[in-house]
């Protein structure tokens, strides 16, 4: 079974805070993805990577960015975390031929 | 218009019932086609991808459509453990990993 694991189930920051969600997957997958997820507008992607050092942004990457010195890591960092980004954050890992993706039991942040 | 569309719901269903969910995606270059579920504040996770010929999983039948560009997810005998999101995603076959995700379509089984 594939596993992918979040650092936080809930995490309650401040503003201006800096904030590292960290999400490590056992399977040896190559590409590895952050999304949000808010009521009303879905999953939306922040940022992915396809190789260790690789990253790509997504549709909403304002305010975030990421790092990916493993393969099995892939860490999203607030710099100044604002309330806008109040959120379910989850991370998903994606394996070849057909790259379903998997994911982790997200992270709720709360940015007071 | 979205890329990919999924009936609004919510659906309310009685045990026992066969449910049908439907989705549209506009992008030719769609390539590979996955049902997740989502429970209530969970993480989707992935229920079946769907292939060209159609397939089925115990209760659970996708069928695929690339002429009309349209996907269906079909759940006999529902249980009241099958209420959950339902989303349908498609990925891109366009070189780089573009997955996108429907809006989801809320399931609510009863007694």
């Known amino acids: 079974d594939v596993k992918v694991t979040q650092s936080s189930r809930y995490l309650v920051k401040r503003t201006g805070e800096k904030v590292f969600l960290e999400c490590v997957q056992d399977m040896d997958h190559e590409n590895m993805f952050w999304y949000r997820q808010d009521p009303g507008l879905g999953l939306r992607l922040i940022y992915f990577s396809y190789d260790v050092k690789m990253k790509e942004k997504g549709d909403i990457p304002e305010g975030y960015s990421v790092s990916r010195e493993k393969k099995e890591r892939f860490s999203l960092i607030l710099e100044s975390a604002s309330t806008n980004q109040t959120s379910m954050y989850l991370c998903a890992s994606s394996p070849p031929p057909h790259y379903e993706q998997y994911f982790g039991p997200g992270t709720r942040l709360t940015v007071t | 218009r979205k890329e990919v569309e999924q009936d609004p719901g919510p659906f309310n269903v009685p045990e026992g019932a066969t449910v049908a969910f439907n989705c549209t995606y506009s992008?030719?270059?769609?390539?590979?086609f996955f049902w997740y579920r989502q429970d209530c504040r969970k993480e989707p996770k992935l229920l079946m991808s769907v292939y060209s010929s159609g397939n089925e999983d115990g209760r659970f039948t996708a069928q695929l459509n690339r002429a009309s560009q349209y996907i269906s997810l079909l759940i006999r005998d529902s249980k009241l453990s099958d209420s959950a999101t339902y989303l349908c995603v498609v990925r891109l076959n366009t070189g780089g990993f573009k997955t996108i995700f429907g809006a989801g379509t809320r399931l609510f089984v009863k007694a």
């Open positions: 992008n030719s270059a769609s390539q590979s």
